[in-house]
């Protein structure tokens, strides 16, 4: 919720045309100790949980920043969203999907391998390693910003052709060794 939102906000922010899903059962946010998790269902209104972590305890979430990264999500849309129940069944199929930790591009790389492809449509899956803090989330948030204007500088047809090259393109500016897969839809 917190390194995918913040690249969210930002790409949206440059007129790129995004969403954002989580591949958990359920949204889990930090609790009063590390065992009592605060787990919400997808698609609970970020203003309703925003609320009931103030009613809590406004102190504990404001001084770890919950309470602020949810007045960020708020501003960027409504709720979370689970990729296996709409990411994957989108409408429109996604060209690139970007994620921030390994367990979640292994949960979409897999979900790709068991549902099949069915209409052979392209898609590029690339991890971004990110540390799970609002600092690291920051920067994820500008270097996913880099990295879509170095895929889409490209000519519109060519792109997926110069893939690789813009992959390596980035690794040498950021210094980070991004992970990426070709699956089809």
Not at 57 to 85: C, E, F, S
Not at 107 to 120: C, I, K, L, N, T
């Amino acid at each position: 919720m917190n390194r995918s939102m913040e690249a969210h906000k930002t790409l949206a922010t440059q007129g790129f045309n995004v969403y954002s899903f989580g591949t958990s059962s359920q949204v889990k946010l930090p609790g009063p100790a590390i065992d009592k998790p605060n787990v919400y269902e997808f698609g609970t209104p970020y203003q309703r949980i925003y609320d009931d972590l103030e009613k809590q305890d406004r102190r504990l979430y404001t001084h770890n920043g919950v309470l602020n990264m949810l007045k960020r999500n708020i501003t960027v849309k409504t709720a979370p969203q689970r990729w296996h129940t709409e990411g994957f069944t989108h409408q429109v199929p996604f060209n690139v999907i970007i994620t921030y930790e390994d367990r979640v591009y292994d949960a979409v790389v897999e979900d790709f391998m068991q549902r099949g492809s069915q209409r052979m449509i392209e898609v590029f899956v690339i991890n971004l390693p990110t540390k799970d803090n609002h600092e690291a989330a920051a920067v994820a948030g500008k270097q996913t910003t880099e990295l879509v204007k170095l895929l889409e500088d490209g000519d519109e047809h060519e792109w997926q052709d110069q893939f690789e090259q813009t992959i390596t393109q980035f690794e040498k500016a950021s210094r980070k060794k991004l992970t990426y897969n070709i699956l089809f839809y």
